[in-house]
């Protein structure tokens, strides 16, 4: 067993333990003797509140009044409360539908002082009198089904005694809810005591409702705010949804704090409205678990589960709530169903099966199912009156809650984490990426540079041959500015990415120092630098291949010869790079034609195209390469941008 099982077992154990201690010290001291409390007794006096539990007279099938007691009603049974009236101390049977009166009489009180009493749980109808006078009423009770109307509000009330005896009388009907009789503890106690421990009661009971709502809302938002996490993780869709269920159900009961908030709402809706808000509680647990992971719950199973919850509600809306049958049977269906979800989790869990969850995530799934079954059982063992209260129902339903975030907030962790870690494997692959075609890219540089053409070489050893009888002098500056040029060529640095213009211009001059030699008067370049450019880092073979392309292309296909003229200037916080030709202009095909020779493909080794040039400006600044034609000649132009002082250019993609 691996350690978190056995820190979650563990823990689970503890908590049991514990419960069951609770579950000892919850069973309070009984003060009613034969239906009789004496308040001057040592264990009552010391108490400022106190409840009246114990042997209460018992009348079962009566709703007897004040006045009936004065003129005798005969030998009464005793029930201990709280508690149903299933059996009373002599080990009579009751059923569980019916009606029955209550009666105690409490001993040596004060005369003249103002005492309070509070009624928690009186199933299903009630009326209390105190000395004769009704003073708390909830329901109508009655001695048949037809005229009971439910009630079951707490409530206190207050009186002043007026003789050292004081004689309670409760008349309860239950003929629609089983398990009839007084649930919870009566209390009894000064006026002010009375009040304070009924505005405690209230405050307790609205401290688990407002977290849940509380949390239930915040992580709606969150989900709501963070881009695409439901989608991610669909079981955050419907916790909210089971956090605010879990807070009206414990609005509906205790103090009933759905009554406050809507005051005029009716027992038998109150009922109805706490069987609906479980249905939604049923189905986010079953949901949320389903989307943890899907190997919890087949889908066959999820769509009964819908199917019958969704009818359950939709039964609980247009019919009575004291329906026959209609109850019980929804309850067996929630405790199977609850069941079958715990058991494939538990199940799964123990047999360590691999899931799409981590096991320390599984693990505090079972914890939280296993806080889901501490509020069940709480509330059956209240509901038969084994116990006097339901405080652990809303301690347990904090816990669960407290669960859940803690695990779907891991979830989210984890998720971030993971999202954290392939987002630095995507930037590391990125920036391999970019590495390897930042060298590709300058190898095909380096490998365009080298492409000499042929032709152009023999044609410049020609002139330099030529020139050697006729002018050395002339013939060795040739040679020098051609070694210069295939310096150029040849002398390539692909670990940069950029040159500075100066060195670009180099070899421009000594391209067109030989091309002038050999076509003399023909040819005709100037060229207006900007001097603060030259420093300027640049993408290599930018400039030089359109100066070309304008010599060849341009100025030499008129017969008389041409003029060629490179601009580089600042314009606009920009650097832009003109170079203008007098030549023909484009034939019909000659355009496409010039944007085909980047290719380089086939034997058609044209060196660095246009298109190529396109490529690398869009790549390197997101500039366009301009195509002009003009009343005479060609220009191409585009801009670059310009480096700060930091080496760093203004909006440009290089580094």
């Known amino acids: 067993m691996r350690r978190h099982q056995m820190w979650v077992l563990t823990f689970m154990l503890g908590i049991s333990i514990l419960i069951a201690i609770y579950y000892k010290m919850n069973h309070t001291d009984s003060f009613a003797v034969k239906g009789t409390v004496d308040t001057e007794e040592s264990t009552v006096g010391s108490r400022g509140v106190f409840p009246l539990n114990g042997e209460w007279e018992f009348y079962w099938g009566q709703l007897l009044e004040p006045e009936d007691f004065k003129n005798g009603v005969g030998a009464p049974s005793y029930m201990v409360i709280p508690g149903s009236w299933r059996k009373d101390i002599y080990g009579q049977k009751y059923p569980e539908y019916g009606c029955a009166t209550y009666r105690l009489t409490l001993t040596n ?18 009326k209390i009198y105190v000395n004769g006078k009704l003073l708390i009423q909830s329901g109508v009770v009655s001695d048949s089904v037809k005229g009971e109307d439910m009630g079951n509000t707490p409530g206190a009330a207050y009186f002043q005694a007026d003789a050292e005896k004081i004689e309670i009388i ?12 007084i649930a919870e503890s009566v209390y009894f106690g000064d006026q002010q005591e009375i009040t304070s421990f009924f505005a405690k009661n209230i405050v307790h009971d609205m401290l688990p409702i407002a977290f849940s709502f509380g949390v239930a809302a915040v992580y709606l938002i969150i989900v709501l705010l963070i881009p695409g996490y439901y989608k991610k993780e669909k079981a955050s869709v419907f916790f909210p949804m089971g956090a ?16 406050y908030i809507l005051p005029g709402i009716s027992a038998e809706a109150l009922l109805n409205l706490e069987s609906v808000v479980i249905c939604m509680g049923i189905l986010s647990v079953m949901m949320t678990v389903y989307h943890l992971d899907k190997k919890f719950i087949s889908t066959l199973f999820r769509n009964l589960v819908l199917l019958t919850q969704g009818l359950f509600a939709l039964l609980y809306m247009v019919l009575p709530a004291e329906t026959p049958g209609i109850r019980t049977l929804f309850i067996i269906i929630d405790l199977l169903t609850l069941f079958v979800i715990e058991y494939r989790v538990f ?7 691999a899931l799409g969850i981590t096991g320390i995530e599984h693990g505090l799934l079972v914890l939280v199912l296993y806080f889901i079954d501490v509020y069940c059982i709480d509330q059956m063992v209240f509901t038969r009156g084994l116990i006097g209260n339901d405080r652990m129902s809303l301690i347990s339903s904090v816990l669960y809650i407290f669960v859940w975030v803690f695990l779907l907030t891991y979830r989210y962790h ?11 494997a995507l930037l590391e692959s990125n920036y391999n990426m970019e590495r390897v075609s930042n060298h590709a890219e300058r190898s095909e540089i380096a490998f365009l540079q080298a492409q000499i053409k042929p032709h152009f070489l023999f044609n410049s050893l020609n002139s330099i041959l030529g020139l050697c009888y006729t002018n050395p002098s002339k013939a060795s500056e040739l040679l020098w500015h051609l070694s210069e040029f295939l310096k150029s060529a040849f002398d390539i640095d692909t670990t940069s990415e950029f040159i500075m213009i100066e060195s670009e211009l180099e070899s421009i001059r000594s391209y067109v120092f030989i091309e002038k030699t050999r076509f003399g008067k023909r040819l005709e370049v100037e060229m207006d630098i900007e001097d603060s450019l030259k420093q300027q880092r640049i993408v290599p073979l930018l400039i030089q291949p359109l100066v070309e392309n304008a010599i060849r292309h341009g100025a030499l296909k008129r017969e008389e010869g ?7 200037q600042t314009e606009e916080g920009f650097g832009v790079v003109a170079v203008y030709d007098n030549g023909p202009g484009f034939s019909p095909n000659s355009r496409t034609r010039l944007d085909r020779k980047t290719e380089n ?20 600044y997101g500039e366009e390469l301009h195509i ?13 941008h310009l480096e700060e002082e930091d080496g760093h250019g203004k909006g440009s993609n290089c580094g």
């Not at 199940?347 to 099966?353: P, Q, S």
């Open 244 to 259: 605010a269920s879990l807070a009206l159900i414990n609005g509906t009961i205790g103090e009933r704090i759905v009554k």
């Open 170 to 181: 409760i008349q309860v009907s239950s003929h629609k809810i089983f398990g009839g009789g």
């Open 347 to 353: 199940y799964l869990y123990i047999k360590r099966t």
């Open 628 to 640: 002009e034609e003009q009343e005479e000649g060609v220009k191409v132009w585009f801009r670059f």
């Open 562 to 568: 041409g003029k060629v003229r490179l601009s580089i």
């Open 601 to 620: 493909t086939g034997t058609e080794r044209e060196g660095v195209g246009v298109g190529n040039i396109k490529k690398r400006l869009m790549h390197h």
């Open 414 to 424: 984890a998720m971030f984490k993971k999202n954290e870690e392939l987002t630095v």
């Open 109 to 126: 009180v004060h005369p003249g002082v103002i005492y309070g009493i509070k009624k928690q749980s009186i199933r299903i109808a009630s």
